[in-house]
């Protein structure tokens, strides 16, 4: 049987305050002003003798795809490891630069392509790590506890997932977390990694500690009352990284990474809602284009957000084009030890579950299955088919923002259906 290496590495991608504009939050009209904590890049190397596979964790909102094709394509061009095998996981801080999740706010190319080469260089040192070892994969007995479904649905995901390696010295050479809620907490004109940023101050180049955001979709941090922003922070914080410290300090011996390295990935197509109604979007502009221009200067900013948004949706259906999505899918799985479903959309708890299932039947164990969001490219909201009957902002609303037409129902389910064609 195949035996499986496995080297980490971490770099910084802070941002200089050249004009950095932040993403996320749609009344960020000018440029942040400080940087309250570092953003990090880490990065997994896994190799068989023959190929590798980089799984990242970056401290970024999310990408749209040409900032995607321009950062995978970096690191291809330093370490020669092809798109299909690399998996860009975004941890969906709110105030990072802006990566396109705002549709027409500037973005900094120059930024990105920076980002793309701290990639490459700690994926070179990661692949020089590798080294055979163990894997010891859990879902922790503890939970987020300030965490809730902004949805307000029961569906919730606060149970924090994390996996351990050690070379065969016994000694710890990185470590992969996960759970699910939205980095939302800072809300100032300030760079920061959000909640995140606490687990942060515990990753070092030595020793990596990545995290990958899963079903957070509809999952927010609750509000405390009397409490700052740090304070917050602080709170949410602690309860993901204080467990995962103390998982990674157990020296209990883990499985043996071996078995095969397994990578599929594939751009498809995904049904989007027909935009056909000439008339009535035509109406629709007109009565954005109303509410604009009635609103006094310097609220006009959202309102300028949806007319365009109206607009292009206009645009659309008079030239006949389908508004459906391509989007980059992909898995991957680590011999026996772990099993990653990567999914290039806003996940909701749900839609995780559905996916989480496949995998379950396939025979692996919740604590090694990573269901991540927010990988490589970022497509709005993914809502399963029984979130529909409750409409809201995730399943229409937010994809305004992003300039793409919204879902539908049949949207989830072909995301859903091509992990269970592939795994």
Known sequence: MNELTCGFADGLITPTLRGTFLDGYGFRTTPAESIRDDLHAKVMAVGDGESTALIFSLDLLALIPRLYKLVSRQITAITGVPA???????????????????????????????????????????????????????????????????????????????????????????????????????TGMCVSAD??????RSSSDDLPLLFLQGRAGDADPTGESGKDIDARIETLGGELASPVLRFAASEEAGEPVCGELRAVYEWIRVPMKPMRDTDALSAAVREAERDYFAAPEGKRHE?????????????????????????????????????????????????????????????????QIYVCGYTNTVNGYLASREEFAYGGYEVSGASHWFGIPESVPETADTVIDWFRKNL
């Open 195 to 200: 909640w995140l940023s606490v687990l942060n």
């Open 303 to 367: 309102l300028l957000r949806e007319l365009q948004w109206r607009r292009s949706m206009l645009d659309l259906a008079e030239s006949g084009e389908s508004g459906d999505l391509t989007v980059p899918m992909q898995l991957m799985t680590v011999g026996h030890a772990l099993a990653f479903a990567f999914v290039p959309f806003e996940l909701l708890t749900l839609t995780g579950d559905h996916i989480e299932a496949i995998f379950a039947d396939a025979g692996w164990k919740s604590g």
């Open 84 to 186: 299909e095998r690399i998996a860009l996981n975004c941890i969906h801080t709110h105030s990072a630069p802006v990566a396109g999740g705002l549709a027409e706010m500037p973005i900094d190319t120059d930024y990105f392509a920076h980002v793309g080469d701290v990639c490459g260089e700690i994926a070179l040192r990661a692949m020089e790590r590798r080294v055979p070892g163990t894997f010891r994969a859990e879902i922790l007995p503890e939970r987020l506890i300030h965490v809730y479904n902004r949805r307000g649905r029961d569906v919730l995901d606060p149970s924090i997932r994390a996996a351990a390696f050690r070379d065969r010295s016994g000694k710890l050479r990185g470590v992969l977390c996960s759970a699910s809620c939205h980095a939302v907490i800072n």
